[in-house]
């Protein structure tokens, strides 16, 4: 399910003021690749952040393994500064293959970088806030989720906190359907604790 719907359905969910919990299955392993073909990034409504002018633009994305879809969103958001969480733990020997797969595009924006543990119990959102909290006051803030999709849950809590930072989606035209196969670990917990 693409992160953007799932904001919605938060959202939605949120304002009808319901109790809701996440059920996250890991997949059990993966295919060669994910996505092809990168649209245009969009902001979901009510989720895109209250911009200032006078204020630089500061992109973070949770990154995974798409190296494609982290590219199109630096390239059309030009930003300032740009920081990558990269998924921490050995799943899927992650520190590794996420590091390695941006490792150029690190580079070549002299990028930030933080470990993010998505599979924790806060789906990362501590590891952000702290990252948040320190540029806020000077820069306007892009979130987007292209790692574990728990990390949607942690960008829409964040987003909850500080509605002026915005919540961004690139979308792919094409998709793998046999990306992942089978059923790994299980987590839960609540949307909003």
């Known amino acids: ?5 799932i904001w919605y359905i938060f959202l939605l969910l949120k304002q009808k003021k319901a ?8 997949p059990d392993k993966y295919g060669d690749w994910l996505t092809e073909d990168t649209d245009v990034p969009r902001f979901p409504l ?3 952040g209250l911009s200032d002018i006078s204020k630089e633009t500061f992109l973070i994305i949770v990154t995974g393994y798409d190296y494609a879809r982290a590219e199109q969103l630096c390239n059309y958001f030009e930003p300032d500064l740009v ?5 921490s733990g050995k799943q899927f020997n992650n520190t590794t ?3 390695k797969a ?13 470990d993010i543990d998505c599979y924790g119990g806060d789906c990362g959102e501590s590891q952000l806030s702290k990252i948040i909290e320190e540029y806020i006051p ?8 292209l790692g574990p999709k728990q990390s949607a849950v942690a960008l829409f809590r964040l987003a909850m906190q500080y509605p002026e930072i915005a919540l961004c989606y690139a979308p792919s035209k094409k998709i793998n359907m046999q990306y992942s196969f089978g059923c790994g670990e299980s987590f839960r917990g609540p949307v909003i604790p």
């Open 138 to 145: 000077s820069h306007n803030l892009i979130l987007a989720s």
């Open 19 to 26: 109790t809701v919990q996440y059920l996250y299955h890991k």
């Open 97 to 99: 293959l996420n590091l």
């Open 1 to 5: 399910m693409p992160r953007e719907i």
């Open 102 to 114: 941006h490792k150029s595009l690190i580079e070549e924006l002299d990028a930030l970088t933080i």
């Open 46 to 48: 009510k989720l895109s």
């Open 83 to 87: 920081c990558f969480a990269i998924q």
